[in-house]
């Protein structure tokens, strides 16, 4: 399964389109889940906003900075919509990135942006 070739991947780019056609990558934490990837961004986000109107995505792994490390994997995406479902990924993300994680949800705590936050579930083919 495509999912399984970014289960250790530290980053991955995710690819959203714009309404032009455009393609824009960001660099996001991931973690399998399911036969899915799942990813947490900032509600507000516009590859949020790009997701909402078109759910075709790409990934390909990265670096932190965005540098793509190898080949892009086509798929969809969209914004979890039930509590039980954002649970079940930031578990996922929690068991992989471990102390990282606990330290962004401190501070994203702290600033009061815990709650302004997305989980995307990403389908990839093949």
Same mark, same amino acid.
């Given at each position: 399964?495509?999912?399984? +070739?970014?289960?250790?991947? /530290?980053?991955?780019?995710?690819?959203? %389109?714009?309404?032009?056609?455009?393609?824009?990558?960001?660099?996001?934490?991931?973690?399998?889940? !399911? #036969?899915?990837?799942?990813?947490? $961004?900032?509600?507000?986000? %516009?590859?949020?906003? +790009? =997701?909402? /109107?078109?759910?075709?995505?790409?990934?390909?792994?990265?670096?932190?900075?965005?540098?793509?490390? #190898?080949?892009?994997?086509?798929? $969809?995406?969209?914004?979890? !919509?039930?509590?039980?479902?954002? !649970?079940?990924?930031?578990?996922?993300?929690?068991?992989?990135? #471990?102390?990282?994680? +606990?330290?962004?949800?401190?501070?994203?705590? =702290?600033?009061?942006?815990?709650?302004? /936050?997305?989980?995307?579930?990403?389908?990839?083919?093949?």
């Amino acid at each position: 399964m495509s999912e399984e +070739r970014y289960a250790d991947a /530290r980053y991955i780019s995710l690819e959203t %389109f714009k309404r032009d056609g455009s393609g824009v990558k960001t660099p996001v934490w991931c973690a399998p889940l !399911d #036969g899915q990837i799942v990813v947490f $961004t900032e509600a507000k986000a %516009f590859k949020v906003k +790009r =997701l909402r /109107r078109n759910a075709k995505i790409r990934v390909a792994r990265c670096d932190v900075r965005g540098k793509v490390r #190898g080949t892009w994997c086509s798929g $969809t995406g969209r914004i979890a !919509d039930s509590q039980s479902e954002q !649970d079940f990924a930031y578990a996922a993300l929690h068991k992989k990135y #471990g102390w990282q994680m +606990r330290v962004t949800d401190f501070f994203s705590t =702290l600033s009061g942006r815990i709650n302004g /936050r997305a989980v995307l579930i990403l389908t990839l083919k093949g």
